[in-house]
């Protein structure tokens, strides 16, 4: 009987790993329907950004205020998580405070304050993060795209981390043995008073509970994060290893162009020609992209790693003026369709065809036309998400396979086409400015 | 005025140190060519010698590509690309940061290597090396706010260049709350000047100008064509034309020096 506790956390423990885990190769799976793409150049350079930029949140603290609220609820869940290691450990073996006697009385002691302040920090943090999006009503946060889930998604998550950081003090304050050996009890010493009218046997129970909920409270966030935009905990990481490192105003080359654009420049290539030998007769790919299968995998690990927090749309021009285009709608819009073509691969063994597809169903030409490409969303993502990457491929297909571009933009291409300039000028007249 | 072309130079035996790329702007747009023969006047002053591919240039292909036309921008690099190495030019200096985003990051891998400089950055080195002075003349004391190119800027980190010029002129740079990094974009880029912009409450230029304003400038500086156009539209559009003057850098620089 005594080790009923012990299998249940056991169980527990069990089954919220394996369930995360189960989803997170839902994710990898869903992660590599893109086409491939090389990021694997440069590697000192990619783990510098990721020291710099996940790790070391350059970007985030650009904007002092979020940025340092933020750093704080970082460092917070970082550490504070080495207590959960002692938890575990306590939950499978029946141990408390294991420890407490492995590292000494003063340097748990410290270990313990040191957590107890930055489980109190973060609960401030969070409150004020949460005072910002619904009291305040921070512009960035009030966009269309914010509506229901996301909103919600917001303050579940706020409300998770107030909820898990006052229970790992609650649990804390109640314990008689820990508040009577007066180390590390740096915060909870001044909620133990309010318990202070409860018999032993209640506190242990108030103690015993505030454990369990807190641990199991962890595995049920654990295995939220799939569900959430608060996979950024996570991906971040890989997210800003395997970013572009090129100037952001080197758009990519699309090869299969290059080989076509060859021949037709080549005054000895005999366009009648066979194929030679062994060369494929597959049906040329497709330009650009009309759906997220069209994109390659960075670009999806960025819509799942997209944590929503609009700044790329708080600096993008065409966002400010009123136009429809959003970046952090792009990314949403990735996301939910890549999850969406998941979830009918999950049903049915491979994708079914569903009459449907990122361009139209859910992102419209109307966005994608309204970006200047001036890279201030790429500039501002704070994970180094390129949402300007996805748009100038959803282009390229509007064009390059449907024509589609707006009637002044064909006109424009016409005239380089003729006449070598996007205006209707004559290239025989482009040095008459030395002489007027 | 006396500008070479690559094809009299070749004719002649010659090499000359930099090609000068024009872009289609500084060819056709009338405002852009005072940009175009302003920055001769600083490369004659400054004895650079120079050419220009004249009707044997083409479009770089930049708003082909920003608008999604992959086919007609790789024809329209690798055409340039071809006449380029064909008059084995090594150095580029253009006034267009498009042009000098598409030339020197897009061309490369089509097999053109240049060395590529915005006109900045050009200027900048013969100031540098002793071949140009810049002194404030007629700007001396003036207040100047500098618009950063999104295509200079943030596409490429090109941001010092330029204020390193115009601080020379003995002037006051203010600086707009959006700079560098932060600028905010012209509403010009991503092929947007050849077509008019999406529903919205406002256009991009005016939110931008208004940024200008702000800082109650006596000439709003540019090192793009499109951006020039673009804040124009915007001073005439605030009616501020009579107290604001937009100017490209090289503009400034040639009209210190009254040539």
Redesign the interface.
């Known amino acids: 009987m005594q080790y009923i506790p012990n299998i249940l956390f056991a169980i527990l423990l069990f089954v919220g790993v394996g369930f995360f885990v189960k989803n997170i190769q839902k994710l990898i799976r869903n992660i590599k329907l893109g086409k491939d793409i090389d990021r694997t150049d440069n590697r000192s350079a990619r783990w510098k950004n990721m020291a710099n930029i996940a790790l070391g949140q350059s970007k985030m603290v650009k904007r002092p205020v979020s940025g340092f609220l933020h750093v704080i609820v970082y460092v917070g869940f970082i550490i504070i998580n080495i207590e959960v290691l002692e938890i575990i450990i306590d939950g499978l073996f029946g141990t408390h405070r294991v420890f407490q006697n492995l590292l000494g009385d003063t340097f748990y002691g410290f270990l313990i304050g040191f957590f107890e302040i930055l489980a109190l920090l973060v609960f401030v943090a969070v409150t004020i993060f949460w005072i910002r999006r619904n009291v305040i009503k921070i512009k960035r946060f009030w966009n269309k795209e914010m509506k229901g889930w996301p909103k919600s998604d917001g303050n579940n998550i706020l409300y998770f981390e107030m909820v898990l950081m006052s229970l790992f003090l609650i649990m804390n304050a109640t314990d008689t043995h820990f508040q009577q050996l007066g180390i590390g009890n740096v915060v909870s010493q001044y909620l133990a008073p309010i318990f202070s009218n409860f018999s032993e046997s209640i506190l242990h129970i108030i103690e015993r509970s505030a454990w369990w909920i807190h641990i199991a409270g962890i595995f049920v966030f654990l295995n939220y994060l799939y569900y959430s935009k608060h996979l950024h905990i996570l991906l971040a990481f890989p997210n800003t290893f395997y970013a572009n490192l090129?100037?952001?105003?080197?758009?990519p080359?699309?090869a299969t162009?290059?080989s076509?654009?060859?021949m037709?420049?080549d005054p000895n290539a005999d366009p009648f020609a066979a194929p030679p030998e062994g060369a494929s007769e597959e049906v040329p790919e497709k330009?650009?992209a009309s759906d997220v299968t069209d994109l390659n995998w960075v670009q999806l690990m960025n819509a799942y790693t997209c944590t929503e927090c609009g700044r790329c749309t708080s600096?993008c021009?065409?966002n400010?003026?009123?136009?429809?285009?959003s970046p952090r709608a792009i990314m949403m819009k990735t996301r939910d369709r890549l999850e969406e073509v998941g979830k009918n691969i999950d049903a049915n063994g491979t994708f079914k065809d569903d009459n449907k597809q990122l361009l139209n169903n859910y992102i419209t030409p109307?966005e994608l036309?309204?970006?200047?490409?001036?890279?201030?969303c790429?500039?501002e993502c704070p994970v180094n998400i390129d949402p300007l990457s996805i748009i100038?491929d959803m282009?390229?297909?509007?064009?390059?396979e449907q024509s589609a571009?707006?009637a002044?933009?064909n006109?424009?291409?016409t005239n380089?086409?003729n006449n070598?300039?996007?205006?209707p000028?004559n290239?025989?007249?482009?040095?008459?400015?030395?002489?007027? | 005025?006396?500008?070479p072309?690559m094809a009299e130079m070749m004719a002649q035996g010659k090499q000359p140190e930099v090609l000068f790329w024009?872009g289609?702007a500084?060819?056709?747009?009338d405002r852009a060519?005072k940009i175009?023969?302003a920055f001769?006047k600083i490369m004659q002053k400054a004895k650079v010698s120079f050419a220009?591919l004249?009707?044997e240039?083409?479009?770089s292909?930049d708003?082909?590509?920003?608008?999604?036309?992959?086919?007609?921008f790789?024809?329209?690099a690798?055409?340039n690309i071809?006449v380029m190495n064909m008059y084995e030019v090594k150095k580029i200096v253009t006034a267009c940061p498009h042009c000098f985003?598409t030339i020197n990051?897009?061309y490369p891998?089509?097999g053109g290597d240049f060395e590529v400089m915005h006109h900045t950055q050009f200027l900048k080195s013969l100031l540098d090396e002793g071949r140009l002075t810049i002194e404030g003349g007629k700007f001396k004391g003036k207040r100047i706010t500098f618009h950063d190119p999104?295509?200079l800027g943030?596409?490429?980190?090109i941001y010092e260049a330029p204020r390193d010029l115009i601080k020379k002129l003995d002037i006051e740079l203010v600086e707009m709350k959006r700079c560098k990094?932060?600028?905010?974009?012209c509403?010009?880029?991503?092929?947007?000047?050849?077509?008019?912009?999406?529903?919205?409450?406002?256009?991009?230029f005016v939110?931008?100008t208004e940024d200008a304003i702000e800082v109650t400038p006596d000439i709003i500086a540019t090192g793009c064509p499109f951006c020039n156009t673009m804040m124009t539209d915007g001073v005439k559009v605030k009616e501020k034309e009579s107290s604001i003057q937009v100017l490209d850098i090289a503009e400034m620089i040639a009209n210190a020096d009254d040539l």
């Open positions: 090129k100037p952001k105003g080197q758009f080359l699309n162009v290059t076509e654009v060859k037709m420049l330009f650009g600096v021009p065409a400010q003026t009123g136009k429809e285009l109307e036309w309204a970006c200047t490409s001036c890279n201030a790429v500039e100038m282009r390229q297909y509007l064009v390059m571009a707006p002044e933009l006109n424009m291409m380089i086409e070598g300039a996007p205006w000028y290239q025989m007249d482009r040095l008459n400015w030395k002489d007027e | 005025m006396n500008v072309t024009v289609c500084g060819s056709f747009d060519k175009t023969k001769v220009v004249g009707t240039e083409s479009c292909g708003p082909a590509k920003r608008a999604g036309n992959e086919f007609l790789q024809m329209q690798m055409s071809e985003n990051n897009e891998q089509l999104c295509y943030r596409a490429n980190n990094t932060n600028g905010l974009c509403g010009a880029g991503g092929a947007q000047m050849f077509k008019d912009a999406e529903k919205g409450e406002k256009e991009i939110e931008r």
